[in-house]
């Protein structure tokens, strides 16, 4: 079956991430002064098939161990669905 | 003496191949480019990751091109010894690769850099086949071009890097003192270069190659290069790791 997982990848906290402090200043100078910090990252969304849910998970790890984090600076979290709406070839067929 | 044979990895995306190509002559090089795609080095004495960004960078710096089908047998030829530079995008690539500790991320700033820089020269022994040329605490004097330059470790990393001596080059002012504000993009401890244990393999942001000939600004990428060519005759191994 198909399934979808959400990969969050972020540099490891303490490192700097200057475009993160880039965008809370930015949100500062709209006036949302509350802000006190933003740590940005990326959103990475894989598509795959897998037999079954476990399989699925050890999958999305391998992923992130081998290629979508680097844990020199990285961490991954990630959140993995069943996808159940049609693929896009069977939505246009 | 034939020259010495120098394998230019030349990966999708990278720039920096054809400026190492064009001044091997000039320092006693037989280089010859080498595509990302190929499984052996064809017997060299000695391998150049060149900048550039390679398959575009996505994902991270170095992160696709680490598994291109030529990295083991760079990582192999490394592992016997064998002298491996990587400069800017090179240099990202051996750390995705695990060849240098440590990583390169976004410049402090989030500019990209693209500048001549003095950088002090440390420890040049630690690294002989890259720096023998040079002397210890030497200013010299490179183009950096970087948007993804700040080199990251961990404090363990770190204090084991400078212990072991293997931080060789720092980001310095014109008389070779490092101080914050020569440093172009926030690196740790002003490094732009670091070698491995064995002192073969090199890892610096700036750009030798770019700075090998006066009409272009500057000629100190010279002592890098003509330190591998002086290194290699001095190795009776050369001639045999060829085979």
Same mark, same amino acid.
């Given at each position: 079956?198909?399934?979808?997982?959400?990969?969050?990848?972020?540099?490891?906290?303490?490192?700097?991430?200057?475009?993160?402090?880039?965008?809370?200043?930015?949100?500062?100078?709209?006036?949302?002064?509350?802000?006190?910090?933003?740590?940005?990252?990326?959103?990475?969304?894989?598509?795959?098939?897998?037999?079954?849910?476990?399989?699925?998970?050890?999958?999305?790890?391998?992923?992130?161990?081998?290629?979508?984090?680097?844990?020199?600076?990285?961490?991954?979290?990630?959140?993995?669905?069943?996808?159940?709406?049609?693929?896009?070839?069977?939505?246009?067929? | 003496?034939?020259?010495?044979?120098?394998?230019?990895?030349?990966?999708?995306?990278?720039?920096?191949?054809?400026?190492?190509?064009?001044?091997?002559?000039?320092?006693?090089?037989?280089?010859?480019?080498?595509?990302?795609?190929?499984?052996?080095?064809?017997?060299?004495?000695? *391998?150049?990751?060149?900048?550039?960004?390679?398959?575009?960078?996505? #994902?991270?710096?170095?992160?696709?091109?680490?598994?291109?089908?030529?990295?083991?047998?760079?990582?192999?030829?490394?592992?016997?010894?064998?002298?491996?530079?990587?400069?800017?995008?090179?240099?990202?690539?051996?750390?995705?690769?695990?060849?240098?500790?440590?990583?390169?991320?976004?410049?402090?700033?989030?500019?990209?850099?693209?500048?001549?820089?003095?950088?002090?020269?440390?420890?040049?022994?630690?690294?002989?086949?890259?720096?023998?040329?040079?002397?210890?605490?030497?200013?010299?004097?490179?183009?950096?071009?970087?948007?993804?330059?700040?080199?990251?470790?961990?404090?363990?990393?770190?204090?084991? #890097?400078?212990?072991?001596?293997?931080? *060789?080059?720092?980001?310095?002012?014109?008389?070779?003192?490092?101080?914050?504000?020569?440093?172009?993009?926030?690196?740790?401890?002003?490094?732009?270069?670091?070698?491995?244990?064995?002192?073969?393999?090199?890892?610096?942001?700036?750009?030798?190659?770019?700075?090998?000939?006066?009409?272009?600004?500057?000629?100190?990428?010279?002592?890098?290069?003509?330190?591998?060519?002086?290194?290699?005759?001095?190795?009776?191994?050369?001639?045999?790791?060829?085979?």
């Amino acid at each position: 079956m198909r399934w979808i997982a959400e990969v969050h990848v972020q540099l490891r906290p303490g490192i700097a991430d200057p475009e993160g402090l880039t965008i809370a200043g930015g949100l500062r100078a709209l006036g949302f002064a509350s802000v006190s910090d933003v740590r940005s990252g990326k959103l990475l969304r894989v598509s795959f098939e897998a037999d079954e849910v476990d399989q699925a998970r050890s999958q999305v790890e391998a992923m992130c161990r081998r290629l979508l984090a680097n844990p020199v600076m990285e961490t991954a979290t990630w959140e993995l669905r069943a996808d159940d709406e049609p693929s896009e070839e069977a939505r246009l067929a | 003496m034939s020259p010495p044979r120098i394998a230019v990895v030349v990966f999708p995306g990278t720039w920096s191949d054809r400026d190492f190509l064009d001044v091997a002559p000039l320092v006693g090089w037989d280089a010859r480019p080498v595509w990302h795609a190929e499984r052996e080095l064809g017997g060299v004495d000695a *391998v150049v990751l060149p900048g550039g960004f390679a398959h575009g960078d996505y #994902l991270r710096t170095g992160a696709i091109a680490r598994f291109s089908p030529i990295m083991p047998a760079i990582e192999s030829f490394a592992a016997s010894g064998g002298a491996v530079l990587g400069s800017c995008n090179g240099f990202q690539v051996l750390c995705e690769a695990g060849m240098l500790p440590g990583a390169l991320l976004r410049n402090d700033h989030l500019e990209f850099r693209c500048d001549w820089q003095w950088l002090r020269v440390e420890a040049p022994a630690s690294c002989p086949a890259w720096l023998g040329q040079i002397a210890d605490g030497q200013p010299i004097r490179l183009p950096i071009s970087h948007g993804e330059g700040r080199y990251y470790a961990d404090e363990a990393t770190l204090s084991q #890097l400078e212990a072991t001596q293997r931080v *060789v080059l720092r980001y310095a002012e014109a008389d070779g003192r490092v101080t914050s504000d020569a440093n172009p993009n926030g690196s740790l401890h002003g490094i732009a270069g670091i070698t491995n244990g064995r002192g073969n393999v090199l890892g610096l942001m700036p750009h030798p190659e770019r700075a090998a000939e006066a009409e272009v600004g500057g000629s100190d990428g010279r002592l890098i290069l003509r330190s591998l060519t002086t290194w290699l005759a001095e190795q009776p191994v050369a001639a045999e790791r060829r085979l």
